[in-house]
């Protein structure tokens, strides 16, 4: 079992920005990535951004240059800083981990709306 605890979401205008953070708990072991999805209404899960254990990381086209993942070992914590943010960014983001025996989790998301 791993517990999600997911903040940082809201309602934010064109240009704006946001962090969102996610701490992951439970029964994991060592998590090799950490990373975001999101999911918009009539649209496929997205995958966002991830992160490897030692920092590397990666972006969808879509956000690079605007968003910067990023993650703190001893806390299980990933946060995402989002930048410049559009109203096709809006979607529920959800945290994912995949740990060292290749088990996947997903948080239940934050809900994040760029709008005027």
């Known amino acids: 079992q791993v517990q999600f605890v997911e903040s940082g979401g809201g309602l934010v205008q064109p240009g704006g920005s946001l962090r969102l953070s996610c701490v992951a708990s439970g029964n994991i072991f060592s998590l090799r990535v950490m990373g975001w999805y999101r999911q918009a209404p009539r649209n496929q899960r997205e995958l966002v951004a991830t992160?490897?254990?030692?920092?590397?990381?990666n972006y969808t086209d879509s956000v690079k240059g605007r968003f910067t993942i990023s993650r703190d070992n001893a806390k299980n914590t990933v946060y995402l800083q989002m930048n410049n943010l559009a109203p096709q960014d809006t979607a529920v983001y959800c945290c994912y981990v995949r740990d060292s025996l290749t088990r996947q989790y997903w948080g239940q998301g934050t809900q994040v709306t760029v709008s005027s």
């Open positions: 992160i490897t254990r030692a920092g590397d990381a």
